[in-house]
């Protein structure tokens, strides 16, 4: 319990904290497609770094050390707060716009954002570490839940609500209170190590696992993988620029993405392979032939069922192929480096279309909604 309500905090903090310092921000730049991207950028590459620090962490260092490096940072990340951009940041109209974009974000949010990235491999990792007779894997599919509930929180609950000031406070106080919880789980993670086994470097049945891994195995993660996050982008940008501009509309696929994932990793039972495949099958052509349609009523409902199955498909084959626990974090990286496809789609996506600057509808939801990816 104790581990998944830490990762359940970072995950909906770091949804939550896209909008919020996006619209800090905006104002001071223009508010053009040029800062979306330049956001999206900061928030993939400290999501990668989270990762990254997440393996280094427990392939090589023992598992006490782990939990004293990761304190200092989480302590040093609570002296930055609160998360309110500082005026010293905004422009005078001579300088790169997207070098003082990235500087701003590295100073205000820089370390809680790559802490709590690290969170849910790592958190996974000293599960594993403290009950090796039980995966991580749900851990994975809490994480993505939280996502959603702040993907679809903040325009919907938060913000009509709370100003953007007292929200950044409020994210600043909840952000504590995740670092005094996860630096107490590590503690308490070092204090019940099953045996001296637990103490020692990770790295050792680490790399054995990591050894046991065969290439057609990791095509078929980096394939599954690629293939939902490809048909999201792409059942995404059919609907709202070929058939409607109806605002949050591109919502749907997004959070019918999301609860694939948190339906495959909660447990296997979900995900019937006899019941989806031919219903993907008969779907994929179905999809295809309705894509010069612009009936929204007949394409939205079949494009948005087609989207779950096909993605029930990846994200269950995923489950059932999903590796040692003690790789959590390697391959957390690899994933995450795949889903590149999703987001470097999603900046296009975000440029090609007026939803993200607010413009077409007029509507604060929908413009903080877009600025959460």
Known sequence: MFYAIVIFISAFLIFLVQ????????????????????CL???????????????VLTRYLSMKRQVMVHGVLLVAAIITMPIIASDAWRPFGNEDPILRIL??????????YFLLASTTPLIGAWYWRRHQASAPYR???????????ALLGYPFLIEPWLGNRETAWAWSGLFCIFAV???????????NAQNIGDQQVGGSD??????????????RWVALSAIGSALLLGVSSHLTQNISSAPLLWVVPLALYLIT????????????????????????????????????????????????VVCMVCHGELARLKPHPSRVANDAIELLWTNEWLWTGLRKFARDTKDCRGNRFGSGRVSSLCQAW
Do not use: E
């Not at 950028?41 to 393996?55: E, M, N, R, T, V």
């Not at 500087?103 to 809680?112: R, V």
């Not at 851990?139 to 509930?149: D, E």
């Not at 919880?181 to 204090?191: D, E, M, W």
């Open 139 to 149: 851990l994975f599919a809490l994480s993505n839940f939280a996502s959603l509930l």
């Open 19 to 38: 909008p919020l310092i996006a619209k800090q921000i905006l104002p001071w730049f223009g508010g053009s497609a040029a800062v979306w991207g330049t």
């Open 206 to 219: 680490l790399n054995d696992a990591a050894h046991s891994i065969h290439i057609g195995q990791w095509l």
């Open 103 to 112: 500087g701003l974000l590295l100073a205000t949010i820089g370390l809680p």
């Open 261 to 308: 994932f948190i339906i495959s990793f909660d447990h296997p039972r979900w995900y019937k392979r006899a019941v989806f495949l031919p219903l993907a099958i008969v779907l994929v052509p179905a999809m295809a032939w309705l894509s010069d349609s612009l009936n929204l009523k007949m394409v939205t409902p079949v494009y948005a069922l087609g989207l779950f």
């Open 181 to 191: 919880l996860c630096f107490a789980l590590g503690l308490s993670t070092v204090k």
């Open 41 to 55: 950028l900061f928030f993939q590459s400290a999501l990668l770094a989270g990762y990254a620090y997440a393996d």
